[in-house]
């Protein structure tokens, strides 16, 4: 063996080792981040959210003042608990398949009279969001620990998951952006968020399970809606419309990916 | 008057962990809004906290503790049933207090 080939060898071995020690720290970042979730888990501020999303649901309002609890989320007028793993589905009233929060817009109108459009046109931290990201943390609350039972029995389920799942990939705007740009490939992250792989019930399941979720940096309770919206603007796409079949479509997609795993709602995040 | 606060309180080996959520917008001061004027500071400055009628911990807060604040603490003493009293008094001199049995 030459000097030179001697000198490869051993940058060779100093290098393997080098990559050793990357991945060891990669494996200890990832525990801490794991450990600062654990701590925050244990003292979740939408819990606040949660009692006043009761207290809104409970209480009679609208031109109608009646309550919200006659309303049908999928398990029949005035059932809670259990709903929201089962959403988003195709109720009949409404011949549309509907996410949690169009569903609750659709039981304002009926039951209580109220007009949805300030609902739908009100930026997310205006009055009537907070009061839709409120229901929604009581309502995701209630099906803590519930299976995911997302199916697509209805002809208008499985084209909203077949919408969802080309949303997903469609590529456009000024970035040249898609969800799966982010989402389409196992064991990335953004600085020290992970990003699950949506396509897989995995991946599927850490996004759709976790939501809605108080995110500890902003203060703010954050609905599913709230999230797609933001993702569509990260991706510089035209924002949206709330409770849109774009946003539903998309929710389908992974609500359905994901069933069969646990709910953990309402979660945390930094 | 202020929204209600969670508390949970346990007793293990002659120990009470006392655990408060509250929530209030905590507002530094330093902020400004959408139209550059100032959010006037909002804050809680104190909290104190009973146990068994008996004042446990009390502590001086300012605008650096977080939105929603989450407080956690160990008291020596406690049994299953005695009554954990929080009281907090922001700057604004609204005052909130919230009760719960320790378990």
């Known amino acids: 063996m030459d000097r030179a080939s001697v000198g490869i060898m051993a940058f060779l071995a100093v290098s393997a080792a080098a990559v050793t020690v990357a991945y060891a720290q ?54 809670v608990k259990g709903a929201y793993a089962q959403l988003p589905r195709h109720f009949a009233d409404t011949d549309r398949v509907q996410d949690l929060e169009s569903r609750l817009l659709t039981c304002m109108q009926t039951l209580q009279g109220k007009d949805p459009k300030p609902y739908i046109e009100a930026s997310f931290t205006a009055p009537p969001k907070e009061e839709m990201n409120a229901l929604a943390a009581y309502i995701s609350g209630q099906s803590k620990d519930a299976p995911i039972a997302v199916t697509l029995a209805h002809p208008k389920e499985q084209a909203m998951y077949e919408l969802g799942k080309r949303m997903f990939n469609y590529q456009g705007g000024p970035y040249d952006f898609a969800c799966a740009t982010c989402h389409g490939q196992e064991g990335t992250r953004i600085r020290l968020q992970e990003l699950p792989y949506i396509p897989s019930a995995k991946g599927a399941a850490a996004g759709w399970s976790s939501w809605p979720a108080y995110r500890v940096s902003a203060g703010q309770m954050w609905s599913m809606q709230w999230r797609l919206n933001d993702c569509f603007r990260q991706q510089r796409f035209p924002e949206p419309v709330y409770t849109s079949d774009a946003t539903i479509a998309l929710s389908m997609y992974m609500a359905a990916t994901a069933n069969g795993a646990t709910m953990k709602t309402p979660g945390i995040k930094r | 008057m202020g929204s209600p606060m969670k508390i949970r309180a346990s007793v293990k080996d002659g120990v009470t962990e006392i655990k408060v959520l509250m929530g209030h917008e905590m507002e530094t001061g330093q902020r400004k809004d959408a139209n550059g004027a100032v959010i006037p500071a909002w804050f809680i400055n104190e909290v104190t906290a009973k146990l068994d009628g008996k004042m446990v911990m009390q502590a001086q807060w300012g605008p650096s503790i977080s939105k929603n604040p989450y407080l956690a603490f160990k008291v020596k003493g406690g049994k299953a049933g005695d009554k954990v009293s929080v009281t907090w008094v922001d700057n604004k001199g609204d005052t909130r207090t919230d009760e719960a049995a320790v378990t």
Request: proline fraction near 7%; aromatic fraction near 6%.
């Open chain 1, 26 to 79: 990669k494996d200890a970042a990832q525990d801490s981040i794991e450990a600062y979730r654990e701590a925050l888990q244990d003292g979740n501020p939408a819990e606040l959210y949660e009692a006043s999303g009761e207290e809104l649901w409970k209480t009679p309002a609208g031109p109608k003042a009646a309550s919200l609890e006659r309303c049908d989320l999928g398990l029949g007028p005035g059932v």
